[in-house]
């Protein structure tokens, strides 16, 4: 870090221990501080420079650039890692370590959360739409760590997801009547497999004149709707007060009279609230992270347990909560739905997924044991039935 870009970063960031986000105009306006020494021209140059170094993503921009990249990895030695469908792959942009540590503040203020040592980790939402999470030491080693996932589509319908590669057009038209039917239904699978995509697509398909609102611990889902309302998380500040947890902001969003409540991710103790809503004539959907839809009810047993729920109750609200689980899985650079099942009973207490869509490569479609229970619900639905 240059001298003079050293100088300025300092003042950023007091601006980012006051409160204060390292906007354009607060730059002009330090530097307008320098116009007696600088000449007009030099401050030109000088905001300039600064707003390069200092503002927006700094030295990553140019990775973030290229449309192929859909996370950058910043590691504590300063080396850049991004993932451009193939798997992670290393740039040839570095960061400087000096200036790692204010990189991520910065960062964090821009998604208007606080990075230091009372609060060492952050997740938030860049003014683009990245999701940013950045994370110091003595949790990790060397210097900071910043992950930015980069939303680089937000399917406006169905049809915009088989235009992506997402699904096929047959599958498409059966997502489609899942979605105007109004069946509860959760989008699984991996980390990276397009899961907030699929969702935002079949968001989009919510006929207009529903409210839907929408749960997240950082706002990711960008769905193309005319009446939607986002609720969105919060940290504890540093006195420990203030937090706000997707359980409350579930609890807060059923008393805005959803037609549709949508969990962004379903990762602990909400999921008692989502599947209590789902069984109390709410319409609703969410993803949840679990490899395949066969592991999907193991995984919700697992966040149950967060919420203090057995695993009888569990298997209960299941039964009746979700009529559709839609599979995820990535290969190479496509990120598609592999798998549409339903939940079935499995003996006395059970439940298991059981497809009624298959998809195991592109091109290839299986109609699975319970297409005619997906069927029959898809129909009763269609007639206007509950």
């Known amino acids: 870090m240059s001298e003079s870009v050293a100088r300025w970063d300092g003042r950023v960031r007091a601006l980012v221990a006051a409160g204060r986000d390292p906007s354009r105009e607060r730059i002009v306006e330090m530097v307008n501080t320098q116009a007696s020494r600088l000449g ?46 193939h798997g992670v792959e290393r740039s040839r942009v570095s960061v400087p370590t000096d200036s790692l540590r204010a990189l991520a503040v910065r960062l964090a203020a ?38 930015l996932r980069i939303p680089r589509a937000s399917p406006g319908s169905v049809a915009e997801l088989v235009s992506l590669g997402s699904c096929c057009a047959e599958v498409g038209a059966v997502l489609t009547r899942i979605v105007h039917g109004g069946l509860n239904f959760l989008v699984c699978g991996g980390t990276g497999t397009g899961k907030t995509t699929v969702l935002a697509g079949l968001v989009s398909e919510v006929p207009a004149q529903e409210r839907v609102v929408i749960v997240e611990d950082v706002t990711e889902l960008a769905p193309m709707h005319p009446h939607v309302v986002r609720l969105q998380g919060r940290s504890m500040n540093v006195e420990g007060q203030g937090q706000v947890t997707m359980v409350d902001l579930v609890r807060q969003a059923l008393r805005m009279r959803p037609d549709r409540l949508v969990v962004g991710e379903v990762r602990g103790g909400e999921v008692r609230e989502l599947l209590t809503a789902l069984n109390t004539g709410h319409a609703g959907a969410g993803t949840v992270h679990a490899n395949s ?65 298959a998809s195991p490569r592109p091109g290839v479609l299986i109609r699975g044991p319970a297409w005619a229970v997906l069927e029959a619900r898809l129909d009763r639905q269609g007639r206007g039935g509950s």
């Open 293 to 357: 839809a066969r592991d999907l009810p193991s995984r919700l047993h697992a966040l149950g347990a967060l919420a203090g729920l057995q695993p009888a109750a569990v298997e209960a609200h299941l039964r009746s909560a979700v009529d559709v689980v839609i599979a995820m899985a990535r290969e190479g650079a496509v990120r598609r739905v592999v798998e549409v099942s339903v939940l079935r009973p499995d003996g006395p207490d059970g439940v298991h997924c059981v497809p009624a869509l």
């Open 110 to 147: 821009q998604a208007g959360r606080r990075l230091d040592d009372a609060q060492p980790w952050v997740d938030g939402r860049l003014p683009g739409g990245a999701r940013l999470h950045a994370i110091i030491p003595p949790l990790v080693e060397v210097g900071a760590h910043v992950s």
């Open 40 to 85: 007009a021209r030099g401050v030109d140059d000088e905001t300039a420079m600064v707003e390069r170094s200092l503002l927006g993503l700094g030295p990553l921009e140019e990775v973030v650039a290229d449309p192929c990249v859909t996370d950058v990895l910043v590691n504590g030695d300063g080396s850049v890692w991004v993932d451009r469908g």
